[in-house]
């Protein structure tokens, strides 16, 4: 069996498990299970940039996506501001259960702090906490995941972002 079949089946038994333990534990529908991504990735190197100081104000950024600008903005958790840390960021995305496209990150991101579990949205960039991937929704998701953390959010069309290979992530000029 080829080696990416192999990671494929051992994430569907893994994220198996865990949908057996939220039934188990909730009467909640149980999460959308997310998997690691095997596309390639470039991470230029560059300074860090800071994350807004005020806890309140949410950090615009500029997202590319297949060479097109939209605009972005990450929300003010602390995943969010360490998620800026690694900026500018280009990421190569592949296709996932027909919602989202994924891109593994060049490292984890915080989970402290993480706010109440929501169910991502169209358009919604999230973090994947269990693989460390990061997962831009271009359809609705179905339930909340305490696993799942809402980064921000990218005002572009759903089509578009369906069909993305590549995304440049940049602090807002």
């Not at 999460?31 to 991470?43: D, K, M, N, V, Y």
């Not at 989970?111 to 693989?131: I, Q, R, V």
């Not at 696993?147 to 602090?171: F, M, P, S, W």
């Amino acid at each position: 069996m080829k080696p990416a079949a192999l990671r494929a089946l051992a994430r569907a038994t893994t994220a198996t498990a865990v949908l057996l333990t939220v039934a188990a534990c909730t009467d909640t529908s149980p999460a959308s299970p997310r998997a690691t991504s095997s596309a390639q990735q470039q991470t230029p190197t560059t300074e860090a940039h800071t994350a807004p100081s005020d806890r309140n104000t949410a950090m615009d950024i500029q997202v590319t996506v297949d060479g097109r600008p939209v605009d972005a903005t990450l929300n003010d958790s602390p995943a969010a501001r360490d998620f800026a840390e690694l900026l500018p960021l280009t990421l190569d995305l592949e296709d996932f259960h027909q919602t989202e496209r994924i891109a593994d990150l060049p490292r984890r991101l915080t989970t402290s702090g993480a706010p109440e579990p929501a169910a991502p949205k169209a358009g919604d960039l999230t973090y994947y906490a269990p693989w460390g991937n990061l997962a831009l929704f271009y359809r609705d998701g179905d339930s909340p995941s305490a696993d799942l953390l809402i980064l921000g959010h990218i005002d572009a069309d759903a089509d578009q972002l369906a069909g993305a290979d590549r995304i440049t992530v940049e602090a807002a000029p």
